[in-house]
Nanobody, 124 residues
């Protein structure tokens, strides 16, 4: 099994910056794609971003393009999400996710491993 632990969430004003981190442990050799989802109160879990095993391919949901940057440190088994110019609508619990297979999937059901989530709150 793979364990994912997120960190870096918090409270920030609109226009601010946060960097989320996710550390993977356990059977990390089974992890290919890593990514981030978020879930706001009363809403479905939403795909945010994903990155390939090599770090060479990325995918973002339209609402975060140009503001968020995903990166991967393979040696440390970590993935990061830099979130700039944050908006109140970015407020959500952010979940780190990992999957077997190399497709940068946007469907949560395609991911095999999940972190516990970290709260991001953006005030107006």
């Amino acid at each position: 099994q793979v364990q994912l632990i997120e960190s870096g969430g918090g409270l920030v004003q609109a226009g601010g910056f946060l960097k989320l981190s996710c550390a993977a442990s356990g059977r990390t050799d089974s992890v290919y794609v890593m990514g981030w989802f978020r879930q706001a109160p009363g809403k479905d879990r939403e795909f945010v971003s994903a990155v390939s095993k090599s770090g060479g391919s990325t995918r973002y949901t339209d609402s975060v393009k140009g503001r968020f940057t995903i990166s991967r440190d393979i040696a440390k088994n970590t993935v990061h999400l830099q979130m700039a110019n944050l908006r109140p609508e970015d407020t959500a619990v952010y979940y780190c996710a990992a999957k077997q297979g190399q497709v940068l999937a946007q469907l949560s059901d395609r991911y095999n491993y999940w972190g516990q989530g970290t709260q991001v709150t953006v005030s107006s």
